[in-house]
């Protein structure tokens, strides 16, 4: 009989010890061991039981007396059909080495577009066939909500979709998504009603043996170029009851995520998987499964705010710099697709003291953004330097350049900065935008009326150049603003220079002191 023995794994990043350490050695967090209870088995597949179900289908048995020819041939269309998908060795032979030259990369160009643009625009297109996508976000923020549409729009388009819920019955599920598609073209159009209902599958269940049973019934063998989708609501309910661990736990993350990706790469399922985050916004359970899974997805967002952002993290067929931009309505949510401007107030409203809009890139798309500063009265020395949605660090690197270069005496003021709209600004653009906000809190004064702000803010008191000016101007143009601060183009002259370009006022400035004298 195996001997049960005994074995510490960091609840942070995974690594497993031997013996319980006050500190995690591999990623340096403290107390994050637990202790794991292991059974070594004789024969251990990690592919395990949810590969299996998708096994050769009953007329791929091998005949009697040709079992040995069958199996050659058989070994070899698996082979190339794990590569195509992946090459994680999945099916009966595995996979083999093949030149690169011969790798058929087409299935991963198809991409199934999900119905929804916002969302297709993050994931780079659409979801890729046998592709494992980990959407993470606050509770409430929308998650069910948003994977709940996308099904809705994918078994509209003819797409297979088993949307499983852990935490809530079918009959809840159902509920949502009749609220959900209540008055849209799928509930409109009676066609359209009727293949979502035909392909569109509920499950109510936290056993990964079971999904993956009803998964190879209804999403398993469908036809050449249909490529189904699996929506897991959430992994951490999900369990393996081989395992002794509960639900949640480190041990069942790895084992259930770890299966469902070896079946999607071997059967051409596209698995969503949707996780929840710790207080500190983090996805709960190990990094092992944002490295397990091909696109990580944060949905972000201020829960009492209407704005709500999909951002991605990490994309092995796309880019990581695109948003998906969309607001909650009672019906759901409501994509963005010209740009939402997260500006509280238009170009041509009113001037406000301490309040700066800003154009800021994301990928493609260029986002007004309006940032908000208050300076009130502190203590030398104890000085509070709070922000939301901004860098700390740039926050109090653009207080020093204001109290070296501009003459402002700021050590004795509480500061406040914030970005509308729960949006987070990471780009040097908004520099000057921040820089101006705490000014004119501080003199009271602000920005003409239909004004915005952009360029890097250096430790010299100078502003320095952005990339895209040109797509920043034209979108602050078609939203309605008259006046733009910008860094000043390499030429011998020292005053500001103001040009007109359509309509749009521009103002190119050289140093801090002089976007200053521009406030009124």
């Given at each position: 009989m195996s001997k049960v023995r005994q074995i510490f794994a960091c609840r942070s990043c995974g690594a497993v010890q031997t013996k319980w350490l006050g500190k995690c050695p591999d990623c340096g967090t403290w107390d994050s061991l637990e202790a794991q209870r292991v059974e070594p088995k004789e024969k251990f597949d990690p592919r395990g039981s949810a590969l299996k179900a998708f096994g050769p289908a009953e007329d791929e048995i091998p005949p009697p007396g040709h079992s040995l020819e069958f199996m050659a041939n058989?070994?070899?269309?698996?082979?190339?059909?794990?590569?195509?998908?992946?090459?994680?060795?999945?099916?009966?032979?595995?996979?083999?080495?093949?030149?690169?030259g011969e790798v058929d990369s087409s299935i991963l160009i198809r991409r199934i577009p999900t119905g929804i643009s916002e969302l297709d625009r993050v994931l780079g297109g659409g979801l890729v066939p046998g592709s494992a996508v980990l959407l993470g976000?606050?509770?409430?923020?929308?998650?069910?909500?948003?994977?709940?549409?996308?099904?809705?729009?994918?078994?509209?388009?003819?797409?297979?979709?088993?949307?499983?819920?852990?935490?809530?019955?079918?009959?809840?599920?159902?509920?949502?998504?009749?609220?959900?598609?209540?008055?849209?073209?799928?509930?409109?159009?009676?066609?359209?009603?009727?293949?979502?209902?035909?392909?569109?599958?509920?499950?109510?269940?936290?056993?990964?043996?079971?999904?993956?049973?009803?998964?190879?019934?209804?999403?398993?063998?469908?036809?050449?170029?249909?490529?189904?989708?699996?929506?897991?609501?959430?992994?951490?309910?999900?369990?393996?009851?081989?395992?002794?661990?509960?639900?949640?736990?480190?041990?069942?993350?790895?084992?259930?995520?770890?299966?469902?990706?070896?079946?999607?790469?071997a059967s051409g399922v596209t698995v969503v998987l949707v996780g929840h985050v710790t207080k500190d916004g983090q996805l709960a359970g190990p990094r092992l499964l944002e490295h397990l899974v091909d696109t990580v997805l944060y949905f972000e967002g201020d829960r009492y705010h209407a704005h709500r952002v999909v951002r991605a993290v990490k994309n092995r067929f796309g880019s990581t710099l695109e948003l998906g931009l969309f607001e909650m309505t009672g019906t759901g949510l409501t994509q963005a697709p010209e740009g939402l401007t997260f500006a509280a107030l238009t170009g041509g409203a009113g001037p406000r003291p301490g309040t700066v809009c800003c154009p800021?890139?994301?990928?493609?798309?260029?986002?007004?953004?309006?940032?908000?500063?208050?300076?009130?009265?502190?203590?030398?020395?104890?000085?509070?330097?709070?922000?939301?949605?901004?860098?700390?660090?740039?926050?109090?690197?653009?207080?020093?350049?204001?109290?070296?270069?501009?003459?402002?005496?700021?050590?004795?003021r509480d500061i406040f900065a914030s970005a509308v709209g729960g949006v987070k600004i990471a780009e040097p653009a908004a520099d000057l935008a921040l820089l101006l906000a705490i000014a004119g809190a501080h003199y009271k004064r602000s920005l003409p009326a239909g004004g915005v702000a952009m360029g890097e803010v250096g430790l010299g008191g100078e502003i320095r150049p952005i990339p895209q000016i040109e797509h920043r101007l034209a979108e602050a143009k078609r939203l309605g603003f008259t006046t733009a601060l910008i860094p000043a183009a390499k030429s011998g002259k020292t005053k500001p220079a103001a040009t007109n370009r359509g309509g749009l006022q521009v103002i190119e400035v050289r140093s801090v002191a002089d976007a200053i004298d521009q406030l009124a």
């Open positions: 058989e070994n070899e269309a698996v082979a190339d059909r794990g590569g195509q998908m992946g090459g994680m060795g999945g099916g009966v032979g595995g996979s083999r080495a093949r030149p690169i976000g606050d509770p409430g923020i929308g998650k069910s909500t948003l994977l709940l549409q996308a099904a809705g729009t994918l078994a509209a388009n003819g797409t297979r979709v088993l949307y499983v819920s852990s935490e809530e019955s079918a009959e809840q599920v159902k509920l949502r998504a009749s609220r959900l598609m209540q008055g849209s073209e799928g509930e409109k159009n009676t066609a359209r009603g009727a293949e979502t209902a035909a392909n569109l599958f509920l499950l109510a269940d936290t056993s990964l043996s079971r999904i993956t049973e009803q998964a190879s019934k209804v999403l398993g063998r469908g036809p050449d170029g249909d490529h189904p989708v699996l929506i897991i609501d959430s992994i951490q309910m999900i369990y393996k009851a081989d395992l002794e661990a509960f639900p949640g736990s480190i041990t069942q993350l790895r084992r259930c995520c770890a299966e469902l990706v070896y079946m999607a790469k800021v890139m994301t990928g493609t798309r260029c986002l007004l953004v309006e940032i908000q500063a208050l300076t009130a009265t502190g203590f030398l020395g104890a000085a509070k330097r709070k922000s939301s949605g901004l860098d700390t660090n740039r926050l109090a690197m653009l207080i020093a350049v204001l109290e070296q270069h501009a003459g402002l005496r700021l050590a004795d």
